[in-house]
């Protein structure tokens, strides 16, 4: 078996089919960002997103995270995939999205990597990051468009301390460092499989269970009940306490100078999180 071989998308298909995954697997060598190859496969070929588009990708030359930060893997190590779809929700429910991939990814990494989430898109191993989510939207241009959403989803399985470069935001792992030293290379098609699997259960969910996949989430959190700086779109910050989940998945914050009968104050976006 070769080192970095590429993901064999038939197998991913087989192991999704016998999940019953509906969504259409595409792969390919190279891209910039696979969220934007998404969607630029779905307008030109909009009847993908009848039953749902997989986008694997082997590298991608601008990948994005959140904040416009890059998100950095090197070729045929990694899994790097994007997931467009009509959700089952309202537009104004998309948040929802973010937190179903969230435990999707939980779901498919633990208990043998006991992944942790820190609010709102990623995914932590040991201290350092392992994965991140990045949710796109295009909105309805009329009432009677659904819309299309793009679930973003980095997951480093293979890399190596060497792959990664000295001035990242945050520290990185792979679940392959994880497992020690030297760990042999994972096969990347069924966490693959498993993943997008367990992102369609969570996605259907989302409509009418939500406050479960927030109980749910709540036991991986890294911030519950931790102390918190928040930068907030405006750039103001907010310090405090995260007490709990609002019901769409917001930070419930008691803040610093608030008295413990005064209400908790609700985070729905921060452009930065910072513990302590």
């Given at each position: 078996?070769?080192?970095?071989?590429?993901?064999?998308?038939?197998?991913?298909?087989?192991?999704?089919?016998?999940?019953g995954?509906?969504?259409?697997?595409?792969?390919?060598?190279?891209?910039?960002?696979?969220?934007?190859?998404?969607?630029?496969?779905?307008?030109?070929?909009?009847?993908?997103?009848?039953?749902?588009?997989v986008?694997?990708?082997?590298?991608?030359?601008n990948?994005?995270?959140?904040?416009?930060?890059r998100?950095?893997?090197?070729?045929?190590?990694?899994?790097?995939?994007?997931?467009?779809?009509?959700?089952?929700?309202?537009?104004?429910?998309?948040?929802?999205?973010?937190?179903?991939?969230?435990?999707?990814?939980?779901?498919?990494?633990?208990?043998?990597y006991?992944?942790?989430?820190?609010?709102?898109?990623?995914?932590?191993?040991?201290?350092?990051?392992?994965?991140?989510?990045?949710?796109?939207?295009?909105?309805?241009?009329?009432?009677?468009?659904?819309?299309?959403?793009v679930?973003?989803?980095?997951?480093?399985?293979?890399?190596?301390?060497?792959?990664?470069?000295?001035?990242?935001d945050?520290?990185?792992?792979?679940?392959?460092?994880?497992?020690?030293?030297?760990?042999?290379?994972?096969?990347?098609?069924?966490?693959?499989?498993?993943?997008?699997?367990?992102?369609?259960?969570?996605?259907?969910?989302s409509?009418?269970?939500?406050?479960?996949?927030?109980?749910?989430?709540?036991?991986?959190?890294?911030?519950?009940?931790?102390?918190?700086?928040?930068?907030?779109?405006?750039?103001?910050?907010?310090?405090?306490?995260?007490?709990?989940?609002?019901?769409?998945?917001?930070?419930?914050?008691?803040?610093?100078?608030?008295?413990?009968?005064?209400?908790?104050?609700?985070?729905?976006?921060?452009?930065?999180v910072?513990?302590?």
């Open positions: 078996m070769k080192e970095h071989s590429s993901l064999d998308h038939a197998e991913i298909g087989r192991l999704a089919a016998q999940e995954l509906p969504w259409k697997i595409i792969g390919l060598d190279h891209c910039q960002s696979t969220n934007e190859e998404a969607i630029t496969l779905i307008r030109n070929d909009p009847g993908l997103l009848d039953r749902g588009l986008l694997f990708s082997e590298w991608q030359g990948g994005r995270g959140r904040r416009g930060s998100w950095i893997s090197p070729r045929s190590r990694d899994l790097l995939v994007s997931i467009a779809m009509h959700p089952p929700l309202s537009p104004d429910r998309w948040t929802r999205l973010t937190h179903a991939a969230a435990l999707a990814l939980c779901h498919t990494l633990r208990p043998e006991p992944v942790t989430v820190k609010w709102p898109n990623d995914i932590y191993l040991s201290k350092a990051k392992v994965a991140g989510i990045l949710v796109e939207s295009i909105t309805p241009s009329v009432s009677t468009d659904c819309g299309i959403a679930i973003g989803i980095g997951l480093n399985v293979n890399s190596m301390p060497e792959d990664y470069p000295e001035n990242l945050a520290p990185a792992t792979s679940l392959r460092m994880h497992a020690g030293e030297h760990p042999s290379r994972l096969q990347r098609e069924p966490i693959a499989a498993s993943l997008i699997c367990a992102l369609h259960r969570t996605v259907l969910r409509r009418e269970d939500f406050p479960a996949i927030l109980d749910e989430l709540k036991p991986f959190s890294n911030l519950l009940g931790q102390r918190v700086t928040l930068t907030l779109p405006d750039g103001a910050t907010q310090s405090g306490l995260v007490k709990d989940f609002g019901p769409e998945g917001e930070l419930l914050l008691q803040t610093d100078d608030a008295t413990q009968e005064a209400p908790l104050l609700s985070i729905a976006s921060a452009d930065h910072r513990r302590g």
